[in-house]
Every structure is written in C-alpha cells, then in structure tokens.
DNA sequence: TGACTGTTTAACTAATTAGTTAAACAATGA
DNA sequence: TCATTGTTTAACTAATTAGTTAAACAGTCA
C-alpha cells in the first residue's frame, strides 16, 4: 500500500464504500447461506424490491455478486468470498473496541458507585 | 459474520465508511511512516489544515488513530496497525480486478483490431 | 500581558446517496 | 395476444458529508 497513486486510492475508496452501508451489508450476509432471488431477499431484509435492486446492482458493478436469470426471477450470488474474510477481519475488530467500551463502561458505572 | 443484530452491522458499516474516503486513506497511509502533525500532512497531501484536520477528527472518533499534543502542534499516529492487514488484503482484491479488467480491455482492443 | 504559531470549530455550499413511489421492462404461461 | 409475476429504472425527497473560509481556541515565548 506504500505507494499508490490517486486512482489506486480511489478504486480502494470505492471498494470500502460499497461495504459501508447497512442494508448492503446485510445483503451480503444473507446471501452467505446461498443464491437468492431479489424478492426472497426483499422479504427476508423487510425492505422494498426496488431498494434491494438498487443495493444489488451497485454491488455487482463493484463485483461484489453475480446476477444470474433463472426464469423470470434474478438469482444473485457471491461473487468473490475473499469479502468475508476482509468482514471477519472488520467483524473481529469492531468486536475487540466494543468489549473495551464495555469495560470501559463498567469502569465508569463502578467508579460513580463508589462516590 | 453470521449473527449479527443491526447495532453491530452499523458499526461494522461504520468501519467501513471511515476508510471509504480518499484523503483518509492518504492520511493513514502517510502515518504509516510515523508520526505526523497536522500541519506536515496539510503540507503533505496538498490540502488545508482544517481539512486535515476534519478527518483526523473522524479517524480517532473511529479509534484509527491517536491523538498527542506536543509543544503546540498536535501529532497524530496510527493507534491500529491491523488497519494495514485490511488495506493490504483490499490491495490485492483491487489488484486482481485492475489486472481482470486490463486483460478484458486488452482482449476486446486486439478482437477489434481482428474485424 | 501580548504576539506568534498551530489546531479546531462554525457556518456555509455543492455533491452524493438511501429510500420511496410509480412507471417501465422482462419472462412465463394461458 | 394478454395477464401475471418479478425486476429494474426514473423522478423525487431528505439526509449526510467533503471542502472552503473565517473565526475561535491552545500552547509557546518574549
């Protein structure tokens, strides 16, 4: 990563912000267990077709999943399971700085219990 | 991954989205060689202070770095290096998708050149 | 104290984008 | 063909945010 010129960095950028929304996340972890179809993934996530459509066409122009026509419904899938290893490593860290808020917290609430 | 309840998907998107930003990315990656204050990475990365300093704000708000005042500059240095495993296993998905994508336009460039 | 250097914040603009609704489009089967 | 089911897109609203400028704030030294 020592030396990347500018449209390296926004093609990084890209990447990180095709994974920094909620529903898309969501998306993603749904189809951890297999091919979906928007509707079944709509219904599954409580949103709007069209809502999952847009997230689902943003994340495959960034390769994140593979559409494919089955029918008259859209199977989508993931493209390229190295996205969980990067989310296994995210998950792992958020989950280090949440335990140490956790402690922190309980630092807090049993210092103010002893004034 | 697999169980996730929505405070924890936002904070991972969170994660995510402080490193879905050019500048912060350059910031992170210019601390990589040590400890910088705001005014050098201003200077560095060819933008104002306040600018810098707006997303060295967000970054240790993220917990990305650490803040120390020394004299009256204020220097900021990486707090995670785990930051760098992420950016490097990024790196090399982004990699292989510029190559994908060279080869692709390389193969459509000589089919052209064939008709 | 006051001048200075360095950093942060407030207020603002411009641009991006998640979500909604309704309309368009695609594939199947009668 | 038409009706039905499933998906995508267009147009819009509301919210977020990167960057700018100028003002405020903090630390050092005379």
């Given at each position: 990563m020592e030396n990347l010129d500018d449209t390296a960095i926004a093609h990084i950028a890209n990447y990180f912000q095709a994974l920094a929304e909620p529903m898309r996340l969501k998306v993603l972890n749904a189809l951890r267990s297999g091919d979906r179809n928007v509707g079944e993934l709509a219904e599954l996530l409580g949103c709007t077709t069209a809502n999952i459509s847009k997230h689902l066409s943003l994340l495959a122009k960034s390769g994140f999943v593979a559409r494919e026509t089955r029918g008259n419904a859209v199977y989508y899938r993931?493209?390229?399971?190295?996205i969980f290893d990067l989310c296994n490593l995210v998950c792992g860290q958020v989950g280090k700085r949440l335990a140490a808020q956790a402690e922190m917290a309980a630092k807090l609430v049993s210092a103010q219990g002893k004034d």
């Open positions: 993931i493209a390229d399971p190295a």
